[in-house]
């Protein structure tokens, strides 16, 4: 049950920051859930695991973490933000 929790929540974290930078419509299911859980590491990796903890991810530093994957990706293949 708790791989299932981490990943719902680590789709949630990966659709944030898609929405926060703009281009989460081009990020499918799947692909929402990788950036959740690689920018998860990521953040928590840089940043450490404070503020409040979901599934055993601090949500904060994983957003941060998520956005910024989501931003090199995206300037790695191109990808434009949506008008």
């Known amino acids: 049950m708790h791989w299932l929790w981490v990943l719902i929540v ?3 974290i990966g659709l944030i920051a898609g929405a926060i930078t ?3 419509g081009s990020m499918g299911v799947i692909s929402n859930i990788i950036a ?3 920018g998860s590491s ?3 990796a840089v940043l450490g695991s404070w503020g409040p903890q979901v599934a055993g991810m ?3 530093p994983s957003i941060i973490g998520a956005v910024i994957l989501v931003l090199i990706v995206s300037l790695i293949f191109g990808i ?4």
């Open 36 to 38: 959740g859980l690689v």
């Open 58 to 60: 601090a949500v904060v």
């Open 42 to 44: 990521l953040g928590e």
């Open 80 to 83: 434009r933000p949506e008008t």
């Open 22 to 24: 703009k281009r989460g």
């Open 10 to 12: 680590g789709g949630v």
